[in-house]
T-cell receptor, first 111, second 114 residues
Framework: GENVEQHPSTLSVQEGDSAVIKCTYS??????FPWYKQELGKGPQLIID?????GEKKDQRIAVTLNKTAKHFSLHITETQPEDSAVYFC??????????FGSGTKLNVKP | DTGVSQNPRHKITKRGQNVTFRCDPI?????LYWYRQTLGQGPEFLTY????????KSRLLSDRFSAERPKGSFSTLEIQRTEQGDSAMYLC????????????FGQGTRLTVV
C-alpha cells in the first residue's frame, strides 16, 4: 500500500504571511496528489491537485510542488487570510483506485 | 446544489443497533467511494464502486459493514450491531471514470454510538 506523512500537524501564521505544508509518500507508483481543505463539521474540499508529470502548479494564492525523485510534495499558500484557517490534507492516489491521506495540518491565520 | 449529498448529517445510536447511511454522488459520476474519518486523522479508505460493482474493500470493512450501489447511482452503507469504536465521520466521494483522480467529497455523516 501507500503511506503518506504530513508535516507540520499545526501551523500558526500572521495574516499576510506565507504557509507551507509538506508531505512525503512511499509508493513510487502513486501519480496523482490532491490537496483538500476541511472546515469544522464539513467534508474535505478539493483545492488544488498535481499529476506526476508536472513539477509545479499554481492557482491564485495557492501552489503545489512535486519532487518525484524525493517522493515529496508541498502546498504553498501566499498572502494568507483568516478564511484560510482550516485543516489541510494531502493525499496520494494509489493504484488508480484509492487515496491515502496524510494526518492533516491545522492552519491558524491570525488577523 | 449538484455536489455529493449525504444523509443523515448526524446519527446517534445505541450500541448494538443497526444504522444505514445514504450517499448521492454528483450526477454522472460513475465512481463512488466511502471513507471513514476519526477525530484528528485523515480519511481512511473503506470501499469503492465502479457503477454498481463494488471493486475493492478495505480490511477496515468488517463483516458488520456492507455497502451497496444497486443501480449505479446512490449508495448505502450499513453498519450492523454498532460498537463504540464505529463512532466516526463517514465520508462519501465521487468521481468520473475519465478523470477518476478528481474526487469530490460530501459533507459526511457523523455517527455517534453511545
Amino acid at each position: 500500500g501507500e503511506n503518506v506523512e504530513q508535516h507540520p500537524s499545526t501551523l500558526s501564521v500572521q495574516e499576510g504571511d506565507s504557509a507551507v505544508i509538506k508531505c512525503t509518500y512511499s509508493d513510487s507508483a502513486s501519480n496523482y496528489f490532491p490537496w483538500y481543505k476541511q472546515e469544522l463539521g464539513k467534508g474535505p474540499q478539493l483545492i488544488i491537485d498535481i499529476r506526476s508529470n508536472v513539477g509545479e502548479k499554481k492557482d491564485q494564492r495557492i501552489a503545489v510542488t512535486l519532487n518525484k525523485t524525493a517522493k515529496h510534495f508541498s502546498l504553498h499558500i501566499t498572502e494568507t487570510q483568516p478564511e484560510d484557517s482550516a485543516v489541510y490534507f494531502c493525499a496520494a492516489l494509489y493504484n488508480f483506485n484509492k487515496f491515502y491521506f496524510g494526518s492533516g495540518t491545522k492552519l491558524n491565520v491570525k488577523p | 446544489d449538484t455536489g455529493v449529498s449525504q444523509n443523515p448529517r448526524h446519527k446517534i445510536t445505541k450500541r448494538g443497533q443497526n444504522v444505514t447511511f445514504r450517499c448521492d454522488p454528483i450526477s454522472e459520476h460513475n465512481r463512488l467511494y466511502w471513507y471513514r474519518q476519526t477525530l484528528g486523522q485523515g480519511p481512511e479508505f473503506l470501499t469503492y464502486f465502479q457503477n454498481e460493482a463494488q471493486l475493492e474493500k478495505s480490511r477496515l470493512l468488517s463483516d458488520r459493514f456492507s455497502a451497496e450501489r444497486p443501480k449505479g447511482s446512490f449508495s448505502t452503507l450499513e453498519i450492523q450491531r454498532t460498537e463504540q469504536g464505529d463512532s466516526a465521520m463517514y465520508l462519501c466521494a465521487s468521481s468520473l471514470e475519465s478523470t477518476r483522480e478528481r474526487a469530490f467529497f460530501g459533507q459526511g455523516t457523523r455517527l455517534t454510538v453511545v
